[in-house]
């Protein structure tokens, strides 16, 4: 507390060190990473990672993971947790599959669907947490059970859609003006993006925008960084944290779309492994997990950082299946300790 | 005197909502079909004499689940938060005591050493990776849940990796002792097995000091610091203790097949656990817990699903089901609900007496 009396590299430290907020430290952390293992990936990997499409493909690969670690990530900055994203993009593109292949839906009546499952779960899952004050992992692991299980009572085989109009959606390709690269046979081929990456980009902007100059984005970090203080300063916390949840839900419906625009089928183990991933990005992205802590900016690296070292391990050969968790779960490591010692010292450097 | 009674009481209160479920249970397979109590005595393939019939089924299968809820209740307690990788650590368990057992060939003839060597180098791995787990938890203060994740994630892949994807088959019949019957022996043995373990944690409990420890971190941990207790080395030893649990499920699980499979072994067992541990009634946000209520509570979630399987359920869809009983059960054990419906009763009472006097 006392910063005046100290000299030298000690206290320039303590300074600067302090003045940069936890997020933004966090922040930079996670851009360095991700740039520098892009940068090894292209020097260690050769040519197919300079291609712009390669880094096209890990966007479109990953769009849906994109929105749903984005409401992981305004859950966590609100200190909660929903590890039922992954079921309920399951339950969604399961959902919206039977929908549209046994039931001639239209794609509308497919994406409103898919945005009320979410918005279901958001509900429930918000008012349990929020209201009832019961621990969010609990209600958020029960609601993972309970999409899964639903998944395999809407339907249980896999299959393929046909619907005509999905199909023409599902293969819309979205040209990116400027990048490109020569193709073996000597052709110019544009770069491409899926629809699903524009959807995500949009909601990673509008969620940024939303956390850092609304009312209810500042309230959440409040919220996450001291909800006692937060009730103080009149902050309705219960609301809040409900909102988040909710934000969470409609998020999780929407990356359920997505993904089965991605895929374009049905099957009950989509997206398995899907909220491990989501929370392991926002985590490697600068949210911490103990609140109001986080940064969609840094989501968004933090998907494409993990998606990168994916590509890195399956472009080095070792594609047997059991590698990617290991690498997800080294980096999860790797990060969460970083947090924690990166928090701890600085709690220390002010308090000294 | 006045000590004994209020003990007594606390312990019907605990113990009240696990017999409840059972007794509930009970009854609704008794109008539902009656023959699922029937217990009949007749030989396994081997020709020995074995019991046969749902209730049998139950204690056999609830055993890795009553074991489990040992540790877990222990980590509850101290940590206030729950191991979901316990699942994934069962098949390293596993794949280390099939690895130890096979060596190099995964189809041996004989048995490459004995049982009790794999078993314990199993229990000792499983302790390093609960160990791992309380390390993050108890020195790096993640959540536990997230910091469980980890292995979680990884358990599977590492479990895999350990007997470089193949699946080995033990064709040594006293292998599969530990997770059928031995000989002679009408009773599945993992029941024995969950007995031993559960004398244990008794005996330990009772003369040692585990029990008020770790209740003490759970409560307060930086007031039982002041009082001299350690509470990061406590929360540790409740992760090694699982590891230890995990372990003795582990050889359960695979010597009942023979084999292994990474992906479907101990499959959301994780929820079971925890929703052991939230049926014996205690609170999982740590303090105060009930071993035999927790150890209840598994052989009442394994009386739910061998319920749900008679039903023709799903095996996948179960878990809708039961996810539906975790949140009714922990709804109702919240405080705000516990406060309505005690308020609820109160004036339910209040008429009563109303009338009475009237």
Known sequence: ?352 | MDSTKTKKISFNKQLLIPIAAIIALAIFNLIVDPSFFKITLGTNSAGNPVLSGYLITILDYGSELAILAIGMTLVTAASGGQDISVGATIAIAGSVILRVLCGNNSRPDTLQAPIIVAFLVACVVAMLFGAFNGILVAYFKIQPMVATLILFTAGRSIAAWINNNELPIISEPSFGYFGGYIPGIPIPTPFFIAMICVIVIMLVLKFTTLGLYTQAVGINGSSSRLNGINPQFIKFLTFVILGLCVAVAGLIKVSRLSTINYSVIAKDIEMDAILAVALGGNALSGGKFNMTASILGAYVIQFLTTTLYKMNVNSEALSAYKAVVVIVLVVLSTPVVRKKLSQLWGKLTVKQAVKEVA
Not at chain 1, 318 to 345: E, H, P, R, Y
Request: glycine share 12%; with cysteine.
């Open chain 1, 1 to 352: 507390m006392n910063e005046k009396n100290k000299t030298g590299f000690g206290s320039k430290f303590t300074k600067w060190f302090g003045r940069t907020s936890d997020t933004n430290l966090l922040l930079t952390i996670t851009i360095v990473v991700f740039f520098l293992m892009y940068l090894g990936a292209i020097v260690f990997q050769g040519q197919g990672f300079l291609k712009p499409q390669t880094f096209f493909n890990i966007l479109n690969a990953n769009a849906a993971l994109i929105i749903t670690s984005v409401g992981l990530s305004i859950v966590m900055i609100c200190g909660g947790i929903d590890i039922s994203v992954g079921g309920v993009v399951a339950l969604v593109s399961m959902s919206c599959a039977v929908y549209l292949d046994f039931h001639g839906g239209s794609i509308i009546g497919a994406i409103a669907i898919a945005i009320g499952i979410g918005v279901v779960f958001g509900v429930v899952q918000g008012f349990l947490v929020a209201y009832l004050d019961i621990q969010p992992f609990i209600v958020t692991l029960a609601g993972m059970f309970f999409a899964r299980g639903m998944t395999t009572i809407v339907h249980t085989a896999p299959f393929n859609v046909e619907n005509e109009a999905f199909v023409n959606l599902k293969d819309t390709r979205v040209i990116v003006p400027g990048f490109g690269s020569y193709n073996k046979l000597g052709n110019y081929v544009n770069a491409y993006v899926e629809i699903g990456v524009i959807v995500a980009i949009l909601v990673v902007i509008l969620f940024f925008i939303i956390l850092r100059w609304t009312k209810l984005g500042r309230s959440l970090y409040a919220v996450g960084g001291n909800a006692q203080s937060a009730l103080m300063l009149g902050i309705n916390v219960r609301r809040t944290r409900f909102l988040s949840h909710l934000i969470c839900g409609i998020l999780a419906g929407i990356a359920g779309f997505v993904y089965f625009m991605h895929v374009g089928s049905g099957s009950a183990s989509h997206a398995s492994g899907m909220e491990m991933n989501a929370i392991a990005s926002s985590i490697i992205g600068g949210t911490m997990l103990t609140g109001g802590v986080g940064n969609i900016i840094g989501t968004f690296f933090g998907v494409l950082s993990l998606s990168t070292i994916q590509n890195i391990v399956s472009s080095a050969g070792l594609d047997q299946a059991w590698w990617t968790g290991i690498t997800i779960a080294a980096m999860l490591c790797i990060f969460l300790v970083i947090q924690s010692v990166v928090i701890s010292k600085k709690k220390k450097l002010l308090t000294k």
